[in-house]
């Protein structure tokens, strides 16, 4: 809210709390990667039990399927085009995000679950990946 407020006025942050705003945004990235293989760490396949593995492979097929064709669907319907649609097509196609990772963690959320499907579907985009950017060129 403040910074809709700040942006709104036009105000900019005194410069020492702008470098240091733009310093905690940098290190977003590396610190979410260390928590996410943290989380890693403590997944064990063998420990997951049945309906586990259901709401994972459930996890699974909404992200790398259902998630595609329902973006084919709203891209169609806007009709949108060219390369807008091929980059919005693309970026629909992206493995889960490790914010759902640190969310998960956070609210105690099954965990376990969201970080293996962060991993999986991560591993499973170098080979989806290019054959969707080859088809949408």
């Known amino acids: 809210m403040l910074a809709l407020l700040l942006r709104s006025f036009q105000i900019h942050l005194p410069e020492p709390i702008d470098t240091g705003v733009s310093m905690i945004s940098a290190a977003y990235s590396p610190i979410v990667l260390a928590i996410l293989g ?3 760490m403590n997944v064990k396949t063998s420990s997951i039990k049945n309906k586990e593995q259901v709401t994972f492979w459930t996890g699974m ?8 064709i329902i973006s084919l669907l709203c891209l169609f319907l806007l009709k949108i085009d060219g390369i807008l649609h091929s980059v919005l097509f693309v970026l629909s196609c992206m493995p889960v995000a490790v914010n759902a990772g640190i969310l998960a963690q956070k609210f105690h959320a099954s965990p376990q679950i969201v970080t293996k499907t962060i991993l999986w579907t991560t591993l499973l985009s170098f080979i989806f990946l290019p054959i969707i950017i080859v088809w949408v060129h």
């Open 38 to 40: 943290m989380q890693m």
């Open 61 to 68: 097929g909404i992200r790398l399927i259902i998630a595609p």
